[in-house]
């Protein structure tokens, strides 16, 4: 039984799915490829086999989670039982929630609107005076 939970591991693609850091595995596999998941300090290709005690650099946005890997689980879980394959040190934790708590207080706001009517004349104005 020992030698089988030393052999468990994952893709790492269907890993942060399970884990719920992506909602579905393609945007998992998109992130992956452009180089916002790194295992142990290195850029993998989505089918990277993960193991527990790996680490994990996953960008989100303006988050940066850095987690160590628990366990695996084929399957997408709850939120409840996804939080128990990973742990993130308190330290890593505080500043991905600084971040947060300074961009909440700065009002940044990255909520991209199309243009409405006004807005896209105001554009054509900009270019054809350009």
Do not use: C
């Not at 939970?5 to 693609?13: I, K």
């Not at 628990?70 to 308190?90: D, F, K, M, Q, T």
Request: charged share 40%.
């Amino acid at each position: 039984m020992a030698a089988e939970e030393e052999n468990v591991s994952q893709r790492l693609d269907k890993w942060l799915w399970a884990a719920r850091f992506f909602k579905t595995r393609p945007l998992a596999v998109e992130a992956i490829d452009g180089g916002h998941v790194r295992v142990n300090d290195e850029r993998v290709k989505p089918a990277r086999a993960i193991r527990p005690g790996d680490k994990l650099r996953i960008k989100k946005g303006f988050e940066t989670w850095v987690v160590t890997v628990l366990g695996v689980n084929e399957r997408r879980r709850p939120a409840v039982e996804a939080r128990l394959l990973y742990a993130e040190s308190e330290h890593h934790r505080e500043e991905r929630e600084a971040v947060i708590e300074e961009r909440r207080l700065h009002g940044v706001n990255i909520a991209v609107k199309k243009p409405d009517k006004r807005e896209r004349r105001m554009i054509d104005k900009f270019k054809q005076s350009w």
